[in-house]
Nanobody, 124 residues
Framework: QVELVESGGGSVQAGGSLRLSCAASGYTYSSYCMVWFRQAPGKEREGVADIDGTGLTTYAASVRGRFTISRDNVKNILYLQMSSLKPEDTAMYYC??????????????????WGQGTPVTVSS
């Protein structure tokens, strides 16, 4: 059974940084694509970044150059380093693992296993 547990969210002022973590278990972690999503109140879910089993990454345009997705294949932890945070980055952040190939951050909800989320609030 796939289990994903996010942590590291919190409140920060604009321009600040946070690092989110997602502890993963229940599958062959190192070979799998993993994705960070976010959803702000009243807005659609956004695939923020993904990383495949080879370490190849992609980012949404809204975070490119500010966020970095990475993984520790020994500890089975996914990270999202967020810098130069803006108030519009305020959202609940989720990590997710696709149930199937290909690696993607734009598929429908049922395409993924989900964690419970961690909140990020950026104040101006």
């Amino acid at each position: 059974q796939v289990e994903l547990v996010e942590s590291g969210g919190g409140s920060v002022q604009a321009g600040g940084s946070l690092r989110l973590s997602c502890a993963a278990s229940g599958y062959t972690y190192s070979s799998y694509c993993m994705v960070w999503f976010r959803q702000a109140p009243g807005k659609e879910r956004e695939g923020v970044a993904d990383i495949d089993g080879t370490g190849l990454t992609t980012y949404a345009a809204s975070v490119r150059g500010r966020f970095t997705i990475s993984r520790d294949n020994v500890k089975n932890i996914l990270y999202l380093q967020m810098s130069s945070l803006k108030p519009e980055d305020t959202a609940m952040y989720y990590c997710a693992v696709p149930r199937w190939t290909p690696c993607s951050r734009t598929r429908e909800y049922d395409y993924y296993y989900w964690g419970q989320g961690t909140p990020v609030t950026v104040s101006s």
